[in-house]
Structure formats: structure tokens, C-alpha cells
């Protein structure tokens, strides 16, 4: 397991159970307990978590999980969503717009294939890995960076999105829900986000099934703004069939 992957699971673990001891995450993880202590003060350093006898607390509440550390998270599900996602454009879409986050990520390296295809996005990530491809025509919003997610956010961003017509966006949001709607951690980027969906004819929503009926603290928009929803096979039942009562078309990628 690459250290990175390690420290997003370490972090992940905090976020649910408050400590973690070393043992425990070397048994879990497969690594020395050296390792272990290694990637708790690396984290330390960035102020992430603080450092105990034997293990580590999270400083603070850790609502949102950096971006450079959600890679190694149900990857193969996001990768089979990403997959489903782009077939489901069909051929005659023209352009697409993006938001930040590791499934629309996933989106954007399946995309590489496509010719003569705009793409819209006001992720840096997004925007460094399809610049270097001659057969997408790029185009980068303006704003403020967050380094949480590696979105640019803000009026900047809203202005360009509220200036052009996008045939298809693919939205990655932090919760789905039947009452919540479409939500994440932050309400910039809630707002951020909310202009890309305005700004499409047609929004697809890619969530892995461990967003199913949570809700963030933003609300970006409710189901009706959305086409369909692409999750992964590991949803709960219940969960999709709510989904699917609300009106919205919703399609399970096979992991």
C-alpha cells in the first residue's frame, strides 16, 4: 500500500472513531508499527492530528478529508462509476463540465480517449492531468484555491460558469439524500457548484455508494436538479430504492 493511501485510511479512521492506536493500524494496514509512526508524524507535522502514547487523536473534528489523501478510498468502485459515467454521455455530446473530488477525477482519466471534446472544470488537478491532451479543448475557471478539494471556488468561477452552456455535467458531491439533496463540506463550494449545474442541460451525479443518505453541511441543489445518479454496486437497497422513488434515475456500476 503506498504511503499516501496509508495516511488517507489513518485519517479516515480518525474521522470515524476520534483515536488510533499503532498496533491496531499496523495489524489493519500491513506495515511495521515503524511505518505506522512515521505516517502519524508526518501528519502531525501538517496539523492533522495530534501525536499520543501509542497512537494519535484528531485535532479538532475532522469534517473533510484532504483531497491528496481520499485516492486510496473505494477506488475501484470510483473507477467502475467513472467508467459507466462516460459511456453513459453518448457520442454527440459535445462538452462536459467537471467539479474537483477523486471520483470526478476518476471521470477525467477516462475521458482521455474522447476527440473533440470541450471540458470544463474549475479543478487544478483535473485541469493539470488534461492539459497535456491535444484532443481536449480545456477550459479552466477562474477563483480562489481550496486546498482541501484543489477546486477554484468563489465569484471568479461563478461568473465564468454563469457566461457559458455545458451539454452534460458530472458532478461529485460529498452526501446524497432524499431530503438533503446534493451536499458537501464547504458552502463556497456548495455555491461553486451550484452554478456548474445551472450552466448544463444535462447533470449527472457520480457518488460511491458510501455517500448514500448522508448529508454534508452545504447544499448545493435538490435531486430534481439532477438527470441521474451512477453509484457503485455496494449501495444499500434501501438507500436506492428511495433514490429511485424521489424520481431519479440511478445506475450501479459493477465493481
Do not use: W
Request: aromatic share 2%; net charge neutral; glycine share 10%.
Amino acid at each position: 500500500m503506498r504511503q499516501q493511501d496509508r495516511l488517507g485510511l489513518i485519517l479516515e479512521n480518525l474521522n470515524t472513531q476520534s483515536s488510533v492506536g499503532v498496533p491496531e493500524l499496523a495489524d489493519r494496514l500491513g506495515v511495521s508499527q515503524a511505518s505506522i509512526r512515521r505516517d502519524l508524524q508526518l501528519l502531525q507535522e501538517q496539523q492533522l492530528l495530534t501525536r499520543t502514547h501509542g497512537g494519535a487523536v484528531a485535532s479538532g473534528v475532522l469534517y473533510e478529508l484532504p483531497m491528496r489523501y481520499r485516492g486510496g478510498r473505494h477506488q475501484q468502485a470510483k473507477r467502475a462509476i467513472a467508467k459507466v459515467a462516460v459511456e453513459r454521455l453518448g457520442s454527440d455530446v459535445g462538452s462536459v463540465g467537471l467539479n474537483g473530488g477523486s471520483t470526478t477525477t476518476e471521470v477525467a482519466r477516462a475521458l482521455v480517449n474522447r476527440s473533440s471534446l470541450r471540458v470544463v472544470t474549475n479543478a487544478l488537478n483535473i485541469a493539470s492531468d488534461l492539459a497535456v491532451r491535444s484532443n481536449i479543448d480545456l477550459v479552466v475557471c477562474g477563483g480562489s484555491a481550496r486546498a482541501e478539494s484543489y477546486e477554484l471556488v468563489g465569484p471568479l468561477a461563478e461568473l465564468t460558469l454563469a457566461n457559458i452552456n455545458i451539454d452534460v455535467a458530472i458532478i461529485g458531491v460529498d452526501g446524497v439524500s432524499v431530503t438533503a439533496g446534493l451536499t458537501t463540506h464547504h458552502e463556497v463550494e456548495a455555491q461553486t457548484n451550484r452554478a456548474l449545474l445551472k450552466s448544463a442541460e444535462r447533470v449527472i451525479v457520480v457518488a460511491d455508494s458510501s455517500k448514500l443518505g448522508r448529508r454534508g453541511f452545504a447544499r448545493i441543489s435538490d435531486l430534481s436538479a439532477v438527470t441521474e445518479l451512477i453509484t457503485d454496486d455496494g449501495a444499500d437497497p434501501a438507500d436506492i430504492e428511495a433514490l429511485r422513488r424521489s424520481g431519479l434515475q440511478v445506475y450501479q456500476a459493477v465493481t
